[in-house]
C-alpha cells in the first residue's frame, strides 16, 4: 500500500461545530467529499460533475474529536483499482493527529445505461503514476 501522497487543507466552518463544542460527525464525510473532489481534479485533470463517477460505499472510523482551533487535512491515497472502481482511502487529521479514518468506493457510472462502465485508461494511468504504482 502506498503512504498517503495527497493531502487537503479543510476549512472548519463555524456551522461544523455541534453543542458538545467538537466538529459533529456527520460533517467528517463532507470533509472527505471536499479532499475527493480536489483529488480527482488534480489527479485525474477533469472536474468530478463531469466524470460519471458517483460514490457506492462510504465508511468512517472515529478516533478523536476535532476542536475549536484545530488545524484539519485530509490526506488522501488510492487502494488497488477495479475494472471500473476507485477506492480511496482517507485519515483526517487535526493538528496532525488522526482524528478519523474512512474508506469510499467510487464507481466510474453510465448514466445513460444507468449501470458502471470502465474506467478510462487515462485515468487509470494518471491515478496509477500519481501513486506510483504504474
Known amino acids: 500500500m502506498s503512504e498517503f501522497n495527497y493531502e487537503k487543507e479543510i476549512d472548519v466552518r463555524f456551522r461544523d461545530y455541534d453543542m458538545m463544542g467538537h466538529v459533529n460527525n456527520a460533517v467528517y464525510a463532507t470533509y472527505l467529499e471536499q479532499a475527493r473532489v480536489e483529488f480527482i481534479e488534480d489527479v485525474v485533470g477533469e472536474e468530478l460533475m463531469d466524470t460519471g463517477a458517483v460514490v457506492a460505499d462510504l465508511h468512517l472510523d472515529f478516533e478523536q474529536p476535532i476542536s475549536w482551533s484545530d488545524d484539519v487535512t485530509v ?31 467510487m464507481v466510474t457510472f453510465d448514466p445513460a445505461a444507468g449501470e458502471p462502465r470502465p474506467m478510462p485508461d487515462e485515468w487509470r494511468e494518471k491515478i496509477q503514476a500519481h501513486e506510483d504504482r504504474a
Open 75 to 105: 490526506a488522501v491515497r488510492v487502494g488497488e483499482l477495479g475494472t471500473s472502481s476507485i477506492p480511496l482511502e482517507y485519515e483526517i487529521r487535526a493538528d496532525g493527529e488522526v482524528a478519523a479514518t474512512g474508506e469510499t468506493l
